[in-house]
């Protein structure tokens, strides 16, 4: 590591900053150009002919809208600023110095601020985060005591969407033998969902006395959660040929129609042995439309794998790599933590984060990635 002398480190730290300043400036301006080119497109006749292209294009102008306000205030108070130094230079009143002094630190700290939303702003969006998501939550070493925390996590996930206004639904599901489900898949859809919910994919420890346990001894099981970016048929094409399609009769609940006729879908991808089936819904169209999009979904994550572990190869990053198999977060019941082990946070509100208050940890997942962006991207 390089030393600086106090003087020396505080010029290297100024020069730091106006060459970022200089970036961001570069980076906004690109920003205004592409925004300004958006609108243009935006106003044209021919695109009002392309349903898919003119819904693309306004998505992205409303994104950099967003950017382009904030842009737009942070040049109002720079010149501000500007104006004030130079009045600061030729006025003599000692009463309006004091005053130009005071709006100068006022409008700094104000410039200051603007930069720190600017930059989080401007940091690159991964394409998939705009994505609704399947979420599949299974239970691995713990045996029932798994399962149960299978069910627990399925609990806290659909209140936190409940609190998001976001809309789920159940895919696929298999019962535990004492409570909860050896595993669970379910669709959610709302705004920005995977771009939130993907820091969630890995495996989450519970330690805790089971309702099985006679002795009092804690017990330590594991569940694996993986959230994948739901594919559409832009994103993966996939043959009629390559699939083999077979129907059959629902197990469970569901009623004598589901029961009786075969309405259970299972689709088979040939090249890859993928195997998704569908049974919860009542029709077999219904469940062969929830198999397509399972089936697409899980081609297209093997490609949303690769390149985050390629991004995390490039950045070090410890918070979203694709690895699956990552133990990244454990609730420990008897001292009432939950510590997530990529960013070392521990927090003793358990049971509000078990009830779905998981806003905190997300947040603060989201911050750690982002400045591994800005560290990556801009310095």
Known sequence: MKLYHRNDFWVMLENKRMMYNQNMQEKLNKIKERFEELSKKLSSSDIAKNPNEYQKVAKEHKDLEEIIVLYKK???????????????????????VEMAKAEVEALTEEQEKLEEQIKLMIVPKDEEDSKNSIVEIRAGTGGDEASIFVGDLFKM?????????????????????????KEISFSVQGDDVYGILKFESGVHRVQRVPQTETQGRVHTSAVTVAVLPEAEEVDI???????????????????????????????????????????????????????????????????????????????????ST??????????????????????????????????????????????????????????
């Open 74 to 96: 942070y040049k109002g108070v720079l010149d501000n600023i500007t104006s004030s130094k130079e009045l600061l230079k030729t006025e003599t009143d000692k009463e309006f």
């Open 237 to 319: 094409e996939i043959r009629k040929d390559d699939i083999k399609r077979d129907t059959y009769r629902s197990g469970g609940a569901g009623g004598q129609n589901v029961n009786k006729v075969e309405t259970a879908v299972r689709l088979t991808h040939i090249p890859t042995g993928i195997v998704i089936e569908r049974q919860v819904a009542r029709s077999q169209l219904k469940n062969y439309e929830m198999a397509m999009t399972a089936l697409r979904t899980k081609l297209y994550e093997a490609e949303v794998i690769k390149r985050e572990q390629a991004r995390a190869a490039e950045r070090k990053s410890q918070i």
């Open 157 to 181: 996930y659909s209140k936190y969407i409940e609190k998001k206004g976001w809309k789920t639904e159940i895919l696929s599901l298999n019962e535990g033998t004492a409570g909860g489900f």
């Open 322 to 379: 694709g690895d699956r198999s990552a133990k990244i977060r454990t609730y420990n019941y008897p001292q009432g933590r939950v510590t997530d082990h990529r960013i070392g946070l521990t927090l003793y509100n358990l049971d509000a984060i078990v009830a779905g208050d998981i806003d905190e940890i997300i947040q603060a997942l989201k911050l750690a990635e982002n400045a591994e962006k800005l560290q990556a991207g801009i310095e």
